[in-house]
């Protein structure tokens, strides 16, 4: 027997290299998809808890520090993937910094994977398979998940707060036995995690995941906004709000669905060059106008613009972007989200002059029956991902990642798990 601590390398082969107790042994294996990997097998579990690599938040605002965590079995209705590729939400960088007691922590949730286990229950899919995980899920039980008009499961909505599994109320990742806690049910920053079946969704696996991991969360988000709800006719005029990613992807929406003119509003003028790559024609600056940019909106357009969206959550732009749509036909979708002692004001002739104000969450996709669309739409050369991707880190530079965010550099980073 090898003596504990020298790990024995055998291509193909399980080799034990240190038996710890009678119910605990590491193993270091070789696999087809997922190389070698540290293993633990445990006397109650058949698959074994991996250690690898994950960028752990420590505190609040911290730089993340590589560290080897242990990855628990997927029980029932979990799955446990392989993250290849993974980017950074403004999400993250909120709830990084913000004074919250959920530490130490793993961040991240856009991301695309391979599927390495899964536990008890789960049928809808296997070892090998392709996913994106998501930030909110879909247990195609509730009443939300049956419904058509909605996407905001009882079971799997977005929850913060939660740093643990559902199924039991534990974290699937420790070190030297002291938990470290989800995010939002995904924790992407880590070479392997655990995930509800419910957040997972199985796309073609011909599909680069380098680059349909964007559409985890925040363009999707934008693009759905636009194509699902606002739903702009062919040749119509669409107002955007905010052109940080979100706000390009529903300028890309606006652009799929046949719209003419997409104007851009934004207080950043740097931005207005590279949005027109996505489809926008024109370009407001409030800063620029004395009037209220509605009335400015209203002028450029004849009466106001058919569709708006507004992707800042910053609550005098949701007004502008509801009081700038067009009487009797107009409609305005608000996306960001606003602080929470916010107050929406508006004269209640606006909406009696049939004006239309909606609100979506994650673009009303619903993440296991629509993504794989999605994904789709990338691969029929529809949708355009690539001009999202403006830097690329490897895992271990992944505080890389978090300057070129603060420094409002950059749209999407991509993180290669290939550190």
Avoid at 57 to 69: T, Y
Avoid at 203 to 218: F, H, Q, R, T, Y
Wanted: aromatic share 8%.
């Amino acid at each position: 027997m090898p003596t504990a601590g020298k790990v024995i390398k055998c291509k193909g082969q399980l080799q034990m290299f240190s038996k710890l107790s009678p119910f605990v042994v590491f193993y270091q294996i070789k696999t087809v998809h997922f190389g070698w990997i540290n293993m633990v097998l445990c006397a109650n579990s058949l698959i074994g808890c991996w250690i690898r690599a994950a960028a752990v938040a420590w505190e609040a605002g911290k730089p993340l520090s590589m560290e080897e965590v242990e990855v628990a079995p997927p029980q029932a209705m979990e799955v446990r993937v392989k993250i290849l590729f993974t980017s950074l939400c403004h999400t993250d960088v909120y709830f990084w910094e913000a004074k919250t007691p959920v530490f130490p922590r793993i961040f991240g949730h856009e991301a695309g994977g391979i599927v390495e286990s899964v536990g008890e229950g789960v049928t809808d899919v296997a070892p090998g398979d392709h996913v994106l995980p998501v930030f909110t899920g879909e247990c195609k039980e509730c009443a939300h998940c049956k419904s058509a008009e909605s996407n905001m499961c009882d079971l799997l909505r977005i929850n913060t707060d939660r740093g643990v599994m559902i199924g039991d109320g534990k974290s699937r990742f420790s070190i030297n036995g002291k938990p470290i806690y989800h995010f939002v049910g995904t924790s992407t920053f880590s070479e392997y995690t655990v995930m509800h079946v419910g957040c997972v969704a199985k796309i073609n696996p011909e599909a680069p995941l380098d680059k349909v991991c964007v559409l985890s969360c925040g363009i999707s988000t934008g693009l759905g906004a636009s194509i699902n709800v606002a739903k702009p006719p062919k040749g119509s005029t669409v107002a955007v709000f905010g052109l940080g990613a979100v706000g390009l992807a529903a300028a890309e929406g606006a652009r799929i669905a046949g719209a003419s003119r997409i104007i851009g509003v934004d207080l950043n003028p740097n931005r207005f060059e590279e949005a027109r790559k996505f489809g926008c024609t024109e370009f407001v600056n409030p800063k620029d106008h004395s009037k209220p940019v509605q009335e400015v909106l209203a002028e450029m357009t004849n009466g106001g613009v058919d569709r708006s969206v507004e992707c800042t959550g910053n609550i005098n732009a949701m007004i502008q972007a509801f009081e700038c749509v067009h009487d009797g036909w107009g409609v305005a979708v608000l996306v960001g989200v606003p602080h929470k002692d916010a107050e929406f004001k508006t004269h209640p002739m606006n909406f009696l002059n049939e004006r239309t104000l909606k609100g979506t969450f994650f673009g009303n996709f619903k993440p296991r029956t629509d993504l794989p669309n999605v994904v789709e739409l990338y691969m029929k050369k529809e949708l355009e991902l690539e001009k999202f991707i403006t830097h690329t880190v490897p895992f271990s530079e992944i505080n890389k990642a978090f300057d070129l965010m603060a420094k409002g550099e950059g749209i999407r980073c991509i993180i290669r798990m290939d550190h």
